[in-house]
């Protein structure tokens, strides 16, 4: 097994022979350094962070711990002051990118990059997937690509110093015609959205693509299932890693290596920590919570402990590819995204997503959490690939029923759950968003 590209990128960083055991004193130095350099240009140029840090002795941290410190920064910031938060004139930012609201209140967040930012977005891309191209090779991608600077575009335009082809299908509205492409054209890796790449493998023109003609498939931008990373390895033969990206993140925080074992991080531009979400403390190694991100390398819109929502936990143990760097662990959801539903049960996506990708042929489904005379109703509907709409029905009833929240939840009366029905219509595919339960209960 090849060691992380990272781990190979990183040892250049701080002068290391990437064949040993890095120095992780040294990168801790380096992020240190990088890390006042971050806060000193925030709380000069930055009118939000200006007023954020004023009165910290913020320029000159001694220690990464002293970052504990200073306050977080939060969604709601990026949505409320928008280009109070910016560390440069408007006329150098590059790119804006406005997200969709998944919810129905608030201003939309929005992001600002510099050409350098997604410069080096695309140097990560690029180190990311090398090991997996040859010269010669065509990459289709499943992500947007209609502006310039889209994830799509950068993507694309990254990759071409390695000598491979780009062809940039957009997000996935027709399976069938996606999989048809990869059965008819030669494509050495595919790039997309966990699950519109499940409805591409699971749609009958992919029993069409010869095995072992993919090489290698990314996943990005949403939780995934490990039902469709075995299906992958199945069907195409080859492996399916995970990609943290995210939009805060100028879209790359990490990516897996070959051993698919949790991400490896983009240590030189963006410092992790993992905090209680309830209390904002840190947390050991190995213990499950918020991840909080500080941008390192960061002038147009640096962030400060920024709290991306997500769940996870360091993994410390060595890498089986032979890296000792710390790795996150494969994400566990969005913490908006566990939902009570009584009896002391939760109830979220990736839960949900492992249990029902499991069924063969359902391509997505929705779930949404109601409320009727005051009990908690979790109704499912689902899309499935072929004609055996009633025999999933009765499957995806039966796995809800088994699954131990629900059953708990069920059997104290605090939860009811509807018969799973056929999606009257195709759910919305998106780039932006993650897919999410439905909260339509009233707040208490
Ligand atoms: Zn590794």
């Not at 009833?397 to 018969?419: K, N």
Request: include cysteine; charge should be negative.
């Amino acid at each position: 097994m090849q060691v992380s590209p990272l781990h190979i990128w990183i040892a250049d960083e701080l002068d290391q022979a990437a064949n040993t055991e890095l120095n992780l004193e040294s990168l801790r130095a380096l992020q240190l350094e990088r890390l006042n350099r971050t806060l000193a240009h925030a709380s000069t140029n930055s009118p939000f962070y200006k007023k954020q840090l004023q009165n910290k002795q913020t320029c000159s941290l001694t220690s990464l711990q002293d970052l504990t410190d200073l306050p977080f920064t939060s969604a709601d910031d990026l949505r409320q002051e928008g280009l109070q938060m910016l560390g440069v004139s408007q006329s150098v930012i590059e790119r804006v990118v406005t997200l969709e609201s998944s919810g129905t209140t608030g201003a939309a967040k929005r992001l600002y990059f510099t050409g350098e930012e997604l410069a080096r977005t695309q140097a990560f891309f690029r180190l990311g997937m090398c090991p997996y191209l040859d010269p010669g090779d065509r990459v289709l991608i499943l992500l947007p690509g209609e502006l310039p600077a889209s994830a799509g575009n950068l993507l694309a335009t990254a990759l071409r110093p390695l000598g491979v082809e780009c062809h940039i299908e957009g997000i996935v509205t027709d399976p069938g015609r996606c999989a048809a492409l990869l059965a008819e054209e030669n494509f050495a890796c595919v790039v997309g959205i966990p699950v519109q790449v499940l409805s591409v493998l699971r749609h009958p023109n992919a029993s069409r693509i010869a095995r072992g003609r993919i090489k290698s498939v990314f996943l990005t931008s949403d939780y995934v299932p490990s039902a469709l990373v075995d299906d992958i390895r199945r069907q195409w033969g080859c492996p399916a890693l995970n990609h943290y990206g995210m939009t805060e993140l100028a879209l790359t925080g990490g990516v897996e290596c070959q051993a698919l074992d949790g991400y490896h991080l983009r240590e030189p531009d963006l410092y992790f920590e993992v905090v209680d979400p309830v209390d904002g403390r840190p947390l050991t190694a190995g213990e499950t919570g918020e991840v909080v991100v500080t941008t390192l390398t960061r002038k147009g819109l640096p962030l400060i402990r920024y709290r991306t929502g997500d769940l996870a936990r360091f993994v410390v143990e060595p890498c089986p590819c032979g890296s000792n760097l710390p790795r996150l662990s494969k994400l566990q959801g969005r913490i908006a995204q566990h939902l009570n539903i009584g009896a002391g049960q939760q109830l979220s996506m990736p839960l949900l997503d492992e249990t029902l990708f499991l069924i063969p042929d359902l391509t997505n489904y929705q779930a949404v959490l109601s409320l009727e005379q005051g009990v908690n109703c979790l109704s499912v509907t689902v899309e499935t690939a072929a004609g055996s709409g009633l025999t999933i029905l009765q499957e995806v009833d039966r796995r809800l029923q088994e699954l131990a929240p629900i059953r708990t939840a069920v059997a104290t009366g605090t939860l009811r759950l509807a018969a799973a029905r056929l999606c009257p219509k195709p759910l919305p595919v998106s780039a932006t968003v993650k897919r999410s339960i439905v909260d339509q209960r009233k707040d208490p």
